[in-house]
């Protein structure tokens, strides 16, 4: 099968076919180049996805990674990352081995086919030329037969009339054999031109348009193997990289199975773990026996004598209160209710004889301020917890982590200590390379000057030390978090109930106020690290615990006249001791003289908080 001996007379349609070849060709180029730009546009939103939802570093979100759910979750991001760059390798290889050699193959095939179809286009126009000259020529003989034929007639007619002159018939003869000499050069010149005509005609369709056929019919062919095999090759690019898709999916599938549940467990128990014990059971309350407490109507604690008793049946009143100071309670049970006035409006204090007055109202039975001290949030009992909370809500860390639970704290102290005793180690090798590099100087004085190196091993000692004291004080706090961290028999023990009014009981100051107003943990302990229950009277216990200390100072602003209970009187430019800051409700707790307390309006006093006071 050739086309130039099937097709010899379909050249345009030939030209047109080959145009359509090319232009499929064109297109599969263009599928190809949208294709890369797909592959190149998915790696990339593939990569933005990934690193979207990786952790940012030094973050909250970067310490959950710890559980092997979210590990697994990080495996996953990073081996689309891979995949995503899987991608990129196909769309580059797609490029290189398919686009870029089509894109060159083609302007070669438009330059050979032009060529072949030009000599197509020679080759019609040289057979047109011979057949026009066939034609003449042809016309020509035509002519001169017929110009003969007419000139032997004449003779003829001439020959025959007798009126003719003799000359007159020579002449006609002449002509006519002139003109039938004309036919016969006409004749053999057209039979000529005749036989050369076939022979390029010949010639034309049976070498040159088959030979020129042909070679269009071989470029046609090798574009349809061209663009096989690049198919084929579109397919390999992909196949290539199939494996390391596989064994991307594969790292995903082992992430996805390396998933522990009971490790994530034990990873929440460390990380939330507060080290507290859990509350032992709370005693019955028989409230049908009478309480009888009397509160002074200008102090807390102004006379101890003839104070009544408060008992709560039986000997069992020892745990009442494990979590709760008595100044925390008489607080509570004495603590204004209503707001407290506003200041004097004159511009002299003294202008009011008697100063603002106290809010009046009727006393309360004591079993209410009992019922509402225990539904009350505890008030904050020493300064440092004060100032732990503040630090919460300034969301500032305390530089000892004392406003985490034990077990967390003791965490944060053990990476702490490990990263000072991290950088100490680095600075110990480094200057133990200067110290070195200073003994090879010492040997060889040409390769440099000892003493410039004094300054900076002085400075690398100097820092060796100041992380060593750090380290020191980091270590003590963590010596002294564990040291009262419970062990596991105390534990149980203090689960079981065993411990009963008459036992003595171990109870932390940092248990007793654990809960700041903002909700956080004050880790904190007095002077006295425990505190031991053994009198069996109510109000003994309350009475062995130490007053709280005082946070600051202050100065009366106005005098005031403190009439209800729970209040204290003050005097204007009387400087007092303050223990307890305002938590909102517009009073401050003072001291006077170690044995009276009270609360007065904050408007009526300038409160100087000491900054260096140290909660007990």
């Not at 050699?101 to 438009?110: A, G, H, I, P, S």
């Not at 549940?261 to 929440?268: A, F, M």
């Not at 410039?452 to 060796?464: R, W």
């Amino acid at each position: 099968m050739s086309w130039g001996t099937e097709l010899w007379d379909q050249f345009d349609n030939l030209e047109k076919h080959t145009q359509w070849g090319i232009d499929i060709l064109e297109k599969y180029i263009k599928f190809v180049k949208e294709r890369t730009e797909i592959e190149l546009s998915y790696a990339k939103q593939l990569r933005n996805l990934s690193k979207k939802y990786q952790p940012k570093k030094n973050s909250k979100e970067e310490e959950e990674y710890k559980y092997t759910a979210c590990k697994a979750f990080l495996s996953t991001l990073n081996e689309m990352n891979d995949y995503a760059g899987q991608h990129e390798v196909i769309s580059e290889n797609m490029t290189s081995q398919i686009t870029v050699d089509l894109m060159r193959y083609v302007q070669e095939l438009k330059q050979e086919r032009k060529s072949n179809f030009h000599d197509g286009r020679k080759a019609q126009q040289h057979i047109e030329t011979c057949w026009k000259q066939l034609e003449s020529s042809k016309r020509r003989f035509e002519r001169d037969c017929k110009e003969a034929d007419r000139a032997q007639q004449y003779f003829e007619k001439m020959d025959a009339d007798i009126n003719v002159t003799k000359a007159d018939v020579e002449k006609a003869r002449q002509q006519a054999q002139i003109r039938q000499q004309m036919a016969e050069d006409s004749k053999a010149d057209y039979s000529l031109i005749l036989q050369r005509f076939n022979q390029e005609q010949w010639e034309y369709y049976h070498t040159h348009i088959p030979n020129i056929f042909q070679k269009i019919q071989e470029m046609e062919e090798r574009r349809i193997v061209r663009i096989g095999e690049s198919m084929k090759t579109y397919a390999e690019v992909d196949r290539q990289v199939i494996p390391i898709i596989g064994k991307c999916l594969d790292e995903i599938v082992k992430a996805a199975e390396s998933i522990d549940q009971k490790n994530d467990s034990q990873l929440v128990v460390e990380a939330y773990k507060s080290g507290f014990e859990p509350p032992g059971d709370i005693e019955f309350e028989d409230y049908t026996q009478p309480m009888k407490r009397t509160v002074s109507d200008n102090s807390l604690s102004s006379s101890k004598e003839g104070k009544p008793e408060l008992r709560f049946g039986g000997k069992s009143r020892g745990k009442l209160w494990p979590f709760i100071k008595k100044n925390k309670l008489m607080s509570l049970l004495t603590s204004p209710h209503q707001p407290p006035p506003p200041p004097p409006a004159s511009a002299s204090p003294s202008a009011v004889p008697n100063g603002p007055q106290s809010p009046k109202q009727p006393k309360e039975p004591l079993s209410h301020r009992f019922n509402e001290f225990m539904t009350s949030k505890p008030k904050i009992h020493c300064f440092r917890s004060l100032k732990r909370g503040l630090s919460l809500k300034l969301g500032v860390t305390p530089e000892d982590f004392s406003n985490f639970p034990p077990e967390q704290r003791r965490k944060k102290l053990q990476q702490k200590v490990d990263d000072l005793n991290r950088e100490i180690q680095k600075e110990t090798d480094q200057r133990d390379a200067i110290t070195k590099m200073k003994d090879v100087y010492l040997k060889n004085p040409q390769m440099g000057d000892p003493a410039s190196l004094d300054q900076k091993l002085t400075e690398v000692t100097q820092n060796i030390e100041k992380l060593q004291l750090e380290a020191q004080k980091f270590e003590a706090w963590l010596a002294e978090v564990e040291g009262r961290l419970p062990a596991r028999s105390e534990q149980a023990r203090r689960q079981s109930g065993l411990y009963d009014g008459q036992t003595h009981q171990t109870v932390t100051n940092c248990a007793q106020d654990r809960e700041s107003p903002d909700g956080s943990y004050t880790e904190e302990q007095s002077q006295e690290s425990e505190h031991k229950v053994l009198a069996p009277d109510f109000d003994d216990e309350f009475d062995d615990e130490e007053p709280l200390p005082a946070i600051g100072t202050c100065k009366a602003l106005y005098t005031f006249e403190g009439q209800n209970e729970g209040t204290i009187s003050v005097v204007e430019g009387e400087t007092l001791s303050v223990i307890e800051e305002d938590k909102g409700d517009g009073w401050t707790r003072i001291r006077r003289n170690e044995d009276e307390e009270g609360y007065v309006p904050t408007s009526y006093v300038e409160v100087y908080l000491d900054k260096n006071a140290k909660g007990s």
